[in-house]
């Protein structure tokens, strides 16, 4: 009993180490800093974030960028979106260094 109690906690462990993993539909999603071209409808905004109290020292930095940003792409995919514009991202430290959590924040577009 104990040893399966380690075991699966060790996997959690393990799986929140990794990027937050973009819908396969989803990949097609592009985001970008430039403005969305007049004939894009708007949609939405759109927010993707990974990182947290207990998996923030497990994960890298580049994981919890690349987790935020799948994160956005399936939530403006869910909303019918194929262009994301960003407009902010914010990444939150550590006192001891590395990063805490990635969020970035963007307007959903659908366009031809």
Do not use: W
Request: one cysteine or more; hydrophobic letters at 30%.
């Amino acid at each position: 009993m104990y040893k399966n109690y380690i075991v699966s906690l060790s996997v959690a462990m393990l799986i929140s180490c990794a990027a937050n993993e973009p819908v396969p539909e989803s990949r097609s999603v592009k985001l970008s800093m430039h403005s969305a071209s007049d004939n894009c409808k708007f949609l939405g905004e759109v927010t993707g974030d990974q990182g947290g109290y207990f998996t923030a020292e497990l994960t890298s930095d580049s994981n919890l960028i690349k987790g935020a940003r799948n994160e956005l792409r399936n939530n403006a995919y869910n909303l019918g979106a194929n262009y994301v514009e960003i407009e902010s991202q914010s990444n939150t430290h550590m006192e001891e260094g590395g990063m805490y959590s990635s969020t970035i924040t963007g307007n959903a577009y659908a366009c031809p």
